[in-house]
């Protein structure tokens, strides 16, 4: 598999990296956590390319319907 996402909570804000929003994703909010890997049908550079998307923008990054809920680890 050339791609991977998962959907996450933010500690902290983001940018949308969403062409069609550019809004911010605000702490406590989930979002999609997307990478594409060299080679794969998204990316053809070099290294590997990570976008975040709010929830309402985030059917414009990578099959992120299927997107699997991200735990985080306890320390």
Do not use: W
């Not at 996450?8 to 940018?15: G, H």
């Not at 709010?54 to 809920?69: F, G, K, M, T, V």
């Amino acid at each position: 598999m050339a791609e991977t996402q998962h959907t996450v909570t933010a500690r902290k804000s983001y940018p949308c990296d969403s062409y069609r929003c550019g809004g911010t994703i605000e702490p406590g909010q989930d979002y999609v956590r997307a990478v594409a890997f060299p080679g794969s049908d998204h990316n053809y550079g070099p290294v590997p390319i990570m976008v975040r998307g709010c929830q309402a923008c985030s059917s414009s990054l990578i099959n992120s319907e299927d997107a699997p809920r991200m735990r985080r680890r306890r320390r």
